[in-house]
C-alpha cells in the first residue's frame, strides 16, 4: 500500500508544480502593452517539486530498510506531508485556480497516509527480497556434514559449484 501512496503522492505533487495558481500581469518595456500569465505552481510554492522527488526517494528508502527504521520514515514522512495541504489550503493566490491547490493538497494527504501506516504498521510490513534465497544457496546451507562425506565417498568434491 505504501508503494502504491508514495509515487501517487510525488504524481500528485508534481502535477500541482505544474498547473497554474494564479495570474501576473506583466508590461512590455516602452509599449505599454501589459499582457496576463499564469504562474505555475512550482513558481509560487517552489517546494513542491522537492517533496515529489522526496516522496519517490522514500519509496527506496521504504523497501531498503525494515523494522523500526521504516517508522523513522514515517516520521519523516509527516512534515513532508503536511507542507503541501498547509500550502494548499492556507497560501492563497490572487484568482480562483482551484486545481492546482487542490492536488497538492492531495498529494500532502497520500504522503500523510503513507507516513501513519509506516509508523503505524511498518515494522510489521515484509521486507523486499527478505525471503528469497536463490537455489544454490539453500542446497549449500542445506548440505550438512553426512552430505560433504557421501560426496567425498561418491567421488564428489563439494567445495566446487554445481555448474
Same mark, same amino acid.
Do not use: C, I, N
Given at each position: 500500500m505504501?508503494?502504491?501512496?508514495l509515487p501517487?503522492a510525488?504524481a500528485?505533487?508534481?502535477?500541482?508544480?505544474?498547473?497554474?495558481?494564479g495570474?501576473?500581469?506583466?508590461?512590455r518595456?516602452?509599449?505599454?502593452?501589459t499582457t496576463?500569465v499564469d504562474?505555475?505552481?512550482?513558481d509560487?510554492?517552489?517546494e513542491?517539486?522537492?517533496?515529489a522527488?522526496?516522496?519517490?526517494?522514500?519509496v527506496?528508502g521504504?523497501l #531498503?530498510?525494515? %523494522?523500526t527504521w521504516?517508522r /523513522?520514515? *514515517?516520521?519523516v514522512l509527516v512534515? +513532508?506531508g $503536511?507542507v503541501?495541504v498547509?500550502t494548499g489550503l492556507?497560501?492563497?493566490?490572487?484568482?480562483? #485556480?482551484f486545481? %492546482?491547490?487542490a492536488?497538492? /493538497?492531495? *498529494?500532502?494527504?497520500?504522503?500523510? +497516509?503513507? $507516513?501513519?501506516?509506516?509508523?503505524?504498521?511498518?515494522h510489521?510490513m515484509?521486507?523486499?527480497?527478505?525471503?528469497y534465497?536463490?537455489?544454490?544457496a539453500?542446497k549449500e546451507?542445506?548440505?550438512?556434514?553426512?552430505?560433504?562425506?557421501?560426496a567425498l565417498?561418491?567421488?564428489?568434491d563439494?567445495?566446487v559449484a554445481d555448474?
Amino acid at each position: 500500500m505504501v508503494a502504491v501512496l508514495l509515487p501517487a503522492a510525488a504524481a500528485a505533487l508534481w502535477g500541482a508544480a505544474r498547473l497554474p495558481w494564479g495570474t501576473a500581469v506583466r508590461s512590455r518595456p516602452g509599449t505599454g502593452v501589459t499582457t496576463s500569465v499564469d504562474v505555475p505552481g512550482g513558481d509560487f510554492a517552489p517546494e513542491l517539486v522537492p517533496l515529489a522527488v522526496f516522496a519517490l526517494a522514500a519509496v527506496a528508502g521504504v523497501l #531498503a530498510v525494515s %523494522g523500526t527504521w521504516r517508522r /523513522v520514515v *514515517g516520521v519523516v514522512l509527516v512534515p +513532508a506531508g $503536511a507542507v503541501p495541504v498547509w500550502t494548499g489550503l492556507f497560501r492563497h493566490t490572487d484568482t480562483d #485556480a482551484f486545481g %492546482g491547490r487542490a492536488l497538492a /493538497v492531495l *498529494g500532502g494527504v497520500l504522503l500523510l +497516509a503513507a $507516513a501513519v501506516a509506516l509508523v503505524w504498521r511498518g515494522h510489521r510490513m515484509p521486507r523486499l527480497g527478505g525471503r528469497y534465497r536463490s537455489p544454490g544457496a539453500a542446497k549449500e546451507t542445506a548440505r550438512g556434514e553426512q552430505d560433504l562425506w557421501q560426496a567425498l565417498s561418491e567421488g564428489e568434491d563439494p567445495t566446487v559449484a554445481d555448474r
